[in-house]
């Protein structure tokens, strides 16, 4: 008996080695496969580093960058900042921000300054020039564009009523006629009515989204346009038969737009002509008698002869763009 207690304690001992032996082997070939992932791992983002991570140059060159960018992030995100990106945006200059849009114009100026402190030499009344053309001017450029943006996109509504209206009566929704002009016309149109298909996708009422539309435009026909569009949505009725009549109201009104701005074209040019030309003449004469702009800004005489030129250029520009201005 005692023999065989013997042999199945040995026997017992020996599987629990062999177990433990086991256990060990394992423990060390999970322990291998870890240490070789690891190892592999490490490679990879030693890899992946050196590829992503810029070098020393390019880094600090980004460092620079990025603090040269903080002042012009700060100017993006103030009022001012906000209120010129809706400009810039109106007048189709949306790749712009604002403050780049600003250090062009400071650009400008300093170009304008330096010309004329070569050109003229007057001293101080240079960088007031300087500053108020550029100013001014840049004020004017984006109405400009803004005006010709509206006046491309009114060239485009009578297609745009057209599209929705055989949209509608090809039984579409108002949404999906929506998408099909932001599909198959071009900008500016096509790109209006993209965003007002975005605005709807992303939660933002269709009524909401068209008023911002012509708000943002700024076009009377669209506004009556889309004025219609709205009324019939909410009152009911034949919106197909609204848009047919709205299209043909935009063509007599193209057609007389058309016919006015031809007619006034030579008013509106001379207009934008006679102070240049009496800029340019002031300037020449400077050439002829050294000095001569000099008094305008050194003599009280001066000073009340150039400030009486100033308001009279004004008031003649008010006036002629004014009676130019013909309302459809």
């Known amino acids: 008996m005692a023999s065989l207690a013997d042999l199945l ?14 256990t060990g082997l394992a423990v060390l ?111 004017a450029y984006l109405n400009g564009r803004r005006d010709h943006y509206r006046r491309a996109f009114d060239a485009q509504l009578i297609d745009v009523s057209t599209l929705m209206a055989n949209s509608l009566r090809a039984g579409l929704s108002i949404h999906q006629a929506i998408e099909v002009v932001s599909k198959e016309m071009a900008p500016p149109a096509g790109y209006e009515f993209g965003r007002v298909r975005q605005e709807f996708r992303l ?22 346009l889309i004025t219609a569009i709205l009324v019939q ?26 016919k006015i701005e031809t007619m006034t074209a030579e008013v509106r040019y001379s207009n934008l002509l006679l102070p240049v030309i009496a800029s340019a003449g002031g300037v020449a004469l400077n ?10 800004f050194t003599t009280l005489p001066g000073f009340v002869i150039l400030v009486l030129f100033i308001i009279s250029q004004m008031v003649a520009y008010t006036f002629v763009s004014n009676v130019a201005n013909v309302e459809v």
């Open 9 to 22: 304690i040995l026997l017992t001992a020996g599987f629990a080695v062999l177990l433990a032996g086991l």
């Open 29 to 139: 070939m999970v322990g291998r496969e870890f240490s070789i992932s690891l190892g592999l791992r490490r490679q990879l983002d030693r890899r992946v580093g050196r590829l992503a991570a810029p070098s020393t140059e390019e880094g600090e060159r980004q460092r620079r960058r990025s603090y040269l960018s903080r002042l012009g992030d700060s100017f993006d995100r103030s009022a001012i900042g906000l209120g010129l990106a809706q400009s810039l945006d109106r007048a189709d200059l949306r790749q712009l921000k604002p403050s780049e849009f600003v250090a062009i114009v400071f650009g400008i100026m300093v170009a304008l300054y330096l010309a004329f402190s070569a050109i003229l030499r007057l001293g101080w009344p240079d960088a007031l020039m300087a500053f108020a053309i550029a100013i001014f001017g840049s004020r």
């Open 203 to 224: 939660g933002e009422e269709l009524d909401k989204a068209l008023k911002d539309m012509v708000e943002r435009i700024g076009s009377n026909d669209f506004r009556v």
């Open 233 to 258: 949505r909410q009152v009911g009725g034949d919106l197909v038969k609204a848009l047919a009549v709205m299209t043909k109201a935009l063509e007599e009104r193209l057609k007389l737009s058309q």
């Open 287 to 296: 050439f002829m008698l050294p000095g001569l702009l000099r008094v305008l």
